[in-house]
């Protein structure tokens, strides 16, 4: 992992433990693989760029939550969706429906949920709410509500 330690300084609410969980869990997936892969090549500049890019989507979707705004909302779909392209950005391919199980696994699992409500309770949960409506309104054929 020493070739990740400019990621641990850039983002030092993900600690060691949480890398080595992760290896250890999805190690074997291809989405895995291709997220460390592209993770060796990136510089401290790379990961500030990422850093601050997630801060801007986070902190939408933090505001939208806090306002009470529903997770089916327009703006919500819109950062929501925003979030999914930069995870296909920075890290894998990342279809709507993957993005989907991976917003369910991060609701649902403590060691995400730590991090992600950390400053903002219930935002892992807002967040899969939002991902699933992503994903229906892609299914749904006009006209839907």
């Known amino acids: ?41 990136y510089t401290k500049d790379d990961w500030e760029q990422m850093r601050q890019e997630r801060d801007v989507l986070d902190g939408a979707m933090k505001a939208l939550f806090q306002a009470d705004v529903a997770a089916e909302d327009p703006q919500v779909l819109d950062i929501v969706n925003q979030q999914r392209l930069m995870i296909e950005k920075w890290h894998y391919p990342c279809s709507k429906e993957f993005f989907l199980k991976l917003t369910e696994m991060t609701s649902s699992d403590e060691m995400y949920i730590r991090v992600i409500d950390e400053e903002c309770p219930g935002l892992a949960a807002y967040t899969f709410s939002a991902a699933k409506a992503l994903h229906a309104a892609d299914e749904c054929i006009p006209p839907c509500q």
């Open 1 to 41: 992992m020493m070739e990740l330690d400019e990621m641990f300084e850039v983002f030092p609410e993900i600690d060691r433990g949480m890398v080595a969980e992760e290896e250890r869990r999805w190690g074997h997936t291809e989405q895995h693989k291709e997220s460390m892969r592209r993770a060796k090549k």
